[in-house]
């Protein structure tokens, strides 16, 4: 049973995360030396948003027409009365905006 709040789910390591200008989606890898789980996985803030290290490339870019080189600065609408290491947690409905090829990152499940 995925831990929820109020039809919102927390993110964990493993998640999968999509980009509406991307032709695949990618694992979210919350970043290393994470001490906060939920039943024994990683659990990820809205600063897990870099680049290689938390979201990989999403294959081909359709504005670009380039390889994907992922580059979301931070998430979007995260739960800001619980923290992760002292940032919002992210939750299932979290985005953010790929500021390269106007992509909006979308979290295609929780990971749970």
């Known amino acids: 049973m995925r831990e929820k709040i109020m039809s919102q789910s927390y993110v964990v390591n493993g998640a999968k995360v999509s980009c509406t200008m991307g032709t695949v989606d990618v694992p979210l890898r919350t970043t290393p030396g994470r001490r906060v789980q939920l039943r024994g996985k990683d659990r990820a803030n809205i600063g897990d948003c870099v680049p ?22 931070i998430w979007l609408n995260g739960k800001t009365n ?22 909006v990152l979308k979290l295609k499940d929780d990971g749970q």
């Open 52 to 73: 290689i290290l938390n979201v990989g490339p999403f294959g081909v870019c359709k504005t670009t027409q380039m390889p994907c080189v992922p580059a979301c600065a």
């Open 82 to 103: 619980v923290l992760v290491q002292g940032l919002p947690a992210l939750l299932d409905k979290s985005m953010a905006i790929c500021p390269v090829g106007a992509g």
